[in-house]
Nanobody
Framework: QVQLVESGGGLVQAGGSLRLSCAASGRTFSSYAMGWFRQAPGKERQFVAAINWSGGSTYYADSVKGRFAISRDNAKNTVYLQMNSLKPEDTALYYC?????????????????WGQGTLVTVSS
C-alpha cells in the first residue's frame, strides 16, 4: 500500500512557476509508475503527466507539453511536477497517483492510490 501527500500548491501570477511535490510512504515506491492529474471546478479530472518506475520515460498532456516537467527521486520517495509559464487555465486541484498496472497511463481509473490534492491558482 502507498500513501501519497502532495504539497507546493499556491497562488501565482500568469507566467510564473511552481513546483509540486508528492511524498510517498512505503518501501515499494520505486515499483510504482506515478501520475499527476488535475481537476478544475465543475470539470472532470484530467491527465497532466506521468512517469515510469525508473524515471526513464515521461508522458504529458498536450496542454502542458513544453511547460511542465515530471520527475522522481526514488531515494526520497518523491515525485515532482515543475510547472512553468503558468496560465489561468492551469488553475485546478492537482493530484498525484500511483499505479502498478499501467505505466504512463492517462486513464485515472488505472491508478490505484491517490493523494488528497494541492490547489494551484493562477491569476491573470
Amino acid at each position: 500500500q502507498v500513501q501519497l501527500v502532495e504539497s507546493g500548491g499556491g497562488l501565482v501570477q500568469a507566467g510564473g512557476s511552481l513546483r509540486l511535490s508528492c511524498a510517498a510512504s512505503g518501501r515499494t515506491f520505486s515499483s510504482y509508475a506515478m501520475g499527476w492529474f488535475r481537476q478544475a471546478p465543475g470539470k472532470e479530472r484530467q491527465f497532466v503527466a506521468a512517469i515510469n518506475w525508473s524515471g526513464g520515460s515521461t508522458y504529458y498532456a498536450d496542454s502542458v507539453k513544453g511547460r511542465f516537467a515530471i520527475s522522481r527521486d526514488n531515494a526520497k520517495n518523491t515525485v515532482y511536477l515543475q510547472m512553468n509559464s503558468l496560465k489561468p487555465e492551469d488553475t485546478a486541484l492537482y493530484y498525484c497517483a500511483a499505479t502498478l498496472r499501467a505505466p504512463g497511463s492517462k486513464v485515472a481509473g488505472l491508478y490505484d492510490y491517490w493523494g488528497q490534492g494541492t490547489l494551484v491558482t493562477v491569476s491573470s
